[in-house]
């Protein structure tokens, strides 16, 4: 990368090993991104709708194609076991199919006034170039749910993947290259100087968007950066998501669901259960049949066989995570499995269930982001609502129940931008994904996905 200041090395946390060391880019570096994406947009913009739709949908045939290298380069640099990266990328890839049926699907309105003494146009145009910021924990997801709606909308694009997990985004930009998509139109930047490098992007005129993907402290940072230049931003936030378990649950159900909720990604998800919140009458059953599920875990190197929790993704991680286990069993909690870190090499933290979490416990207001269930119980279904809903978060509630009132009671109750009932994985490409209260605003896939890179234009032509 001309400009660069030098390189920085990216690691695999399994092993700690460097992998490979890569450009380390300079403010100026990424203002020199922003101007290839600016310069392209007029053409992308212009360049017609099923065009775009082919690259896209190329993008993912070739996706399809690489889906094993895309694996196994995620679970080198963020440690996944290699059976959930080959499920990131095909869900990863949903997006680019998904946008790329969209693409020819950009709609207005035409019709008279209320008066009849005009004609109203409403169209819906591009936004213009992007800013994108992701995460380490989802490096292909994070990019593929932003990067393709922006494409099909006709925007340009400036991505700055975490430097913890840069080189599945590099891969993917080169994929997209491949797919046909002109130059200037995806421009990547890694840098170990986030802040430094996305302040001057967003500060300047030319920008029209930035989407987040992160913690909740730096994207309150981001809106206000971007409130400078009345940016449009989409915020996709941390989260601490409720799992309820009523009386009347399918404990099977539920005990499923909450592996799945609590161990996909190492714990490392934003939509990661982090609350269970069980009745009295089940919670013990319901602990016990967890626990004999997560001392059977296999951990290790995600690479390897059956693996099923890999490494955290840094020492900073680990530390934490011991910090919030610690707390909480000081505060009355029992350990039902695991509950330490693991000697390295490698950051690794042993799956971990514990029960009787007290009320004011750190690890029910934090993202634990880290193979630890901790249980809390309930005695009645308002206790169990004023618990889920006492969080500034708002991201994703699961909540499992056999009766049909309840669950359509607790649809409407709880404080989430999205649920699941009976189920604890609720991602879809042709879902809208996202949050409310300061788990975020705006929403990823779906058919509300183009919009947040559409402005809609409205146009008064006099009837004759
Ligand atoms: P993070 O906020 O530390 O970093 C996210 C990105 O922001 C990285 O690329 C990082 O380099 C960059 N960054 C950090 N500080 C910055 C600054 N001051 N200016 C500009 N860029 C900056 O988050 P993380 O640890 O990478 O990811 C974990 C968090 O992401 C969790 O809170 C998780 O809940 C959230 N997350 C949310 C969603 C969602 O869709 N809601 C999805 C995945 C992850």
Redesign the pocket.
């Known amino acids: 990368m001309p400009g660069g200041a030098g390189t920085f090395p990216v690691y695999d946390p399994a092993t700690g090993d460097v992998l490979v060391e890569i450009a380390d880019a300079t403010p100026e570096d990424g203002i020199r991104a922003l101007d290839a994406a600016v310069a392209a947009q007029a053409e992308w913009a212009a360049t017609p709708p099923r065009k775009r739709s082919d690259i896209l949908r190329r993008a993912f045939d070739l996706l399809q194609e690489r889906a094993d290298e895309f694996a196994l380069l995620m679970t080198l640099e963020m440690g996944k076991p290699l059976a959930e990266a080959r499920g990131e990328v095909t869900y990863g890839g949903e997006f680019l199919r998904w946008f790329s049926e969209e693409a020819v699907r950009i709609a207005g309105r035409y019709g008279s006034n209320p008066e009849g003494t005009g004609r109203m146009l409403i169209s819906q145009l591009p936004v213009g170039p992007c800013f994108f ?6 490096p292909l997801a ?1 990019a593929t749910r932003k990067i393709a709606p922006a494409l099909a909308a006709g925007c340009t694009v400036v991505v ?5 997990t840069p080189l599945t985004t590099l891969a993917f930009v080169q994929l997209l290259e491949d797919a046909g998509l002109p130059a200037g139109v995806v421009n990547v930047i890694t840098t170990t100087h ?2 430094s490098v ?2 001057p992007i967003i500060a300047d005129p030319r920008l029209r968007k930035l989407s ?8 309150k ?2 809106i206000a950066q971007a409130a400078e230049g009345v940016l449009r931003v989409s915020m ?4 601490n998501a409720p799992f309820v378990v009523f009386d009347d649950a399918d404990l099977d159900k539920a005990v499923d669901g909450a592996m799945a909720a609590k161990f996909r990604n190492i714990g ?4 990661a259960a982090n609350r269970f919140i069980v009745h009295e009458a089940v919670a013990e059953d319901f602990a016990a049949r967890i626990a004999e599920r997560v001392k059977s875990m296999k951990v290790g190197r995600g690479t390897e066989d059956g693996v099923q929790i890999g490494p955290l993704i840094d020492e900073k991680a680990v530390s934490n995570t011991t910090a919030l286990v610690d707390d909480a069993v000081e505060r009355g909690a029992s350990v039902l499995a695991g509950g330490a870190a693991i000697e390295g090499p490698g950051t690794f933290f042993e799956p971990t269930v514990i029960s009787g979490v007290a009320p004011g416990s750190d690890i029910l207001s934090q ?1 634990i ?1 880290a193979p630890v269930l901790a249980i809390a119980t309930f005695a009645d279904e308002d206790e169990a609502v004023r618990l889920a809903n006492d969080t500034e978060y708002g ?1 994703v509630s699961y909540v499992f129940t056999e009766g049909l009132e309840r669950g359509l009671r607790m649809v409407e109750r709880l404080e989430t931008g999205m649920m699941g009932l009976n189920v604890g994985v609720v991602s879809n490409a042709a879902a809208p ?3 409310v209260k300061q ?2 605003v705006g929403r ?1 896939g779906g058919l509300e996905g183009i919009h947040e890179y559409l402005s809609t234009k409205y146009t008064l032509i006099p009837a004759s």
């Open positions: 910021i992701t995460p380490w924990n989802f994070m700055k993947p975490a430097e913890l986030s802040q996305s302040a987040f993907t992160g913690s909740t402290p730096v994207g940072k981001l996709e936030l941390g989260g490392q998800a934003c939509t993202e982001f991201l994904f996202g949050g788990s975020g990823e």
